[in-house]
């Protein structure tokens, strides 16, 4: 058997035991939930204050683009500090088990997603336009990110195996 495949099944041993110690891609999900979280709503928070990012386009796109970049910042540093810290055996290829719980959260976080597009793209049209629709738009797509990392987090927290 792939050294990949041992490492899962000894992860799964593990949660299944009560061992609570994380793998690499555990902690990069939570590393991203923690990011996405501080980021975006400092970003929400400030339109919901009143900051003028929810009512112009270039404020929007500066601070809409600053607080996207500081999270993407935070995410690779914080990844390649987990990574240099990590065993070579935890940074091993995705097996069959990383893969299925990728595609679980991919697909909870399409559909958070198309329902978000469905009343951004559908009702709101009728009743907002210009940058509180962008925002909408941008609300849905980080909700729906967030989905797939929390879901990925849980699937990894429980032991979840397809």
Do not use: C
Not at 1 to 6: Q, R
Not at 137 to 159: C, D, K, P, Q, T
């Amino acid at each position: 058997m792939s050294p990949a495949i041992l490492e899962s099944a000894r992860q799964l041993a593990d949660a299944e035991t009560g061992d609570s110690s994380m793998n690499f891609r555990e902690k990069t999900a939570w590393l991203n939930v923690i990011a996405m979280l501080a980021a975006y709503t400092l970003y929400f928070g400030l339109l919901l204050s009143g900051h003028p990012a929810g009512r112009e386009v270039f404020p929007m796109l500066w601070l809409f683009g600053s607080i996207a970049i500081a999270h993407a910042v935070t995410v690779i540093v914080g990844t390649i500090i987990l990574s240099a810290q990590a065993p070579k055996t935890e940074r091993a290829r995705a097996d069959e088990r990383d893969r299925a719980i990728h595609r679980r959260g991919a697909t909870m976080a399409y559909y958070v997603l198309l329902v978000g597009m469905m009343v951004v793209g559908v009702y709101m049209p009728f009743v907002e336009s210009g940058v509180p629709l962008a925002n909408a738009g941008l609300f849905a797509i980080v909700a729906a990110e967030l989905v797939n990392s929390v879901v990925v987090l849980l699937s990894y927290r429980r032991g979840w195996h397809g």
